[in-house]
């Protein structure tokens, strides 16, 4: 049996908090043999100044110590991490990737995802202006992970739910479970987050697992947290709502199989050629 986890935290522009709050927390998380467990964006530092990230990407490339250090995380608690997003230096070091790794319970880097969408916008918050591609270079392609026997996963960033053809894209790839690391801000959560996350479950036929930040960090942004596991028929399975920790729920490969051969929405599908 594959159990499925959420972490929400409220991460500091201190990297040793952050990764002592990651393992006071997964100590006392019971661990399935299989155990899937989705950070939160930005989980290793949020909140300080857009440069700072920056500083942090050039500081720790050399001996890449961000991925090293949630390797040594997966092995220990022998989970599959999915470790939210970390900032990793381009090749041409004057930017970074908004960077989701994907480590095996032995330790192993065995995926990279880099967003898509970066969030150049205007909130009605006490920040007001957004612009992510400021400091940050967009990946480039998406591709699925196979991680257990019966789960393939699809890797997103928070604002890249608001794009349904990267979720379509990911889900005619063969995606089962999608992650959706996040830092949706608290104006935009609360009018948004929830119904976008059932959509893209419901329309996909997927098992979306959603990870936030929450609070009010450093900088005085504030996130919305709501860190949610979606079954693909759409019910929300676990919701942390405000309470930052972790949720679990099971992936049940029988209950998705049902949701996909009772309404076959994918077979039905006029827009779509080919899909597999
Ligand atoms: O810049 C950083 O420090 C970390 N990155 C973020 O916080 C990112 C980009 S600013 N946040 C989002 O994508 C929020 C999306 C969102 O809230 C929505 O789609 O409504």
Known sequence: MVKLSVMQMCS?????????????????LKIA????????????FFGGKDADQLALAKETAPDNSLV???AAIAKKYQIILVAGSIPLLTEEGDKFTNSCCVFSSTGEQIGRYDKLHLFDVVVDDAEKNYFESRYTQAGKETKVLPVTQ?????LTICYDLRFPELFRSLTSQG???????SAFTKVTGEAHWQVLLQSRAIENQ?????????????????????????SPWGEVLTNLADQNGCATATFSLENLKKVQQS?????????ITKLK
């Open 263 to 271: 309404m076959p929405v994918r077979a039905h599908n006029q827009f």
């Open 206 to 230: 997927v098992y979306i697992v959603a990870a936030g930040q929450s609070g009010t960090h450093a900088s005085g942004r504030e996130t919305w947290g709501h860190s949610m596991i979606i």
């Open 12 to 28: 500091e522009p201190n990297v040793e908090n952050n990764l002592a709050y990651i393992e006071q927390q997964l100590s006392g």
């Open 150 to 154: 019966n789960i393939n996963l699809g």
């Open 68 to 70: 090293a250090e949630l």
């Open 33 to 44: 043999d299989e155990h899937i467990v989705v950070l939160p964006e930005c989980c290793l």
């Open 175 to 181: 995606a089962n479970v999608i992650t959706v690391p």
